[in-house]
């Protein structure tokens, strides 16, 4: 059973427009959620996060926003630039990550 | 500050044969994680600590795994008796906090 679920495992978008990628979660006790980045050959690299007691945060291009009641989580970026091109995994936290599976954002010059 | 560090990059096996992997967390950190990522999934966890106590390891994938921090610091995951199925990229990350930190993986392949 899949708790945290990415459904698009692709996305391609024009440089310099908005980028959104979304998020599902079944498990109503996660507390913390989080966005991380990953290139080929790598760990995944923190991005933003956000607790459950707020519904936005907001760190530049990056804006994340929570609707529990919808138990859905997004990430916006603006403007999308192509060094943005990555696999984005979404994360819930009780103590360790719940990671989805991933979507592959291309951005195109 | 040198982030999470993870030894070896790559390894290579045979079948039957052990492995270990070491994992240096951020030097302030005192939770450290381990996790697998196999190809077309997120990454899976497998076991924490806190400090020098491991906190959760029901979540090992099997008995052939294990983990220890024995001073707080370092820590490694040992794989005995590999097989073909544990070929994956093996994640560490250190936290303090919420936002968890990790390292670039090591890459096991087993023959």
């Known amino acids: 059973d899949q708790q945290v679920k990415q459904n698009s495992p692709s996305l391609s978008v024009q440089e310099g427009r908005i980028s959104i990628l979304n998020c599902d979660y079944t498990?109503?006790?996660?507390?913390?959620f989080l966005w991380y980045k990953k290139y080929p050959a790598e760990g995944p690299t923190f991005l933003i996060s956000?607790?459950?007691?707020?519904d936005k945060n907001e760190d530049g291009r990056f804006t994340v926003f929570l609707n529990k009641s919808a138990k859905h989580l997004s990430l916006h970026i603006v403007p999308s630039q192509p060094g943005d091109s990555a696999v984005y995994f979404c994360?819930?936290?009780?103590?360790?990550?719940?990671f989805g599976q991933g979507t592959i954002l291309t951005v195109h010059p | 500050d040198t982030g999470v560090s993870q030894n070896p990059r790559h390894k290579i096996t045979k079948r039957g044969q052990n492995v270990t992997f070491r994992c240096d967390p951020i030097s302030e950190h005192n939770r450290l994680y381990w996790y697998r990522q196999t190809l077309g999934q997120g990454p899976e966890f497998l076991t924490y600590f806190q400090n020098e106590a491991q906190l959760e390891k029901s979540r090992l994938l099997s008995d052939r795994f294990s983990a220890e921090r024995p001073k707080g610091s370092f820590s490694t995951l040992e794989i005995q008796r590999t097989e073909q199925g544990d070929s994956a990229m093996y994640l560490c990350?250190?936290?303090?906090?919420?936002?968890?930190?990790f390292g670039p993986g090591t890459r096991l392949t087993v023959l």
């Open positions: 994360a819930a936290s009780l103590s360790e990550l719940t």
């Open positions: 956000i607790s459950s007691i707020k």
């Open positions: 990350a250190s936290s303090n906090y919420n936002e968890q930190f």
């Open positions: 498990n109503s006790m996660f507390d913390y």
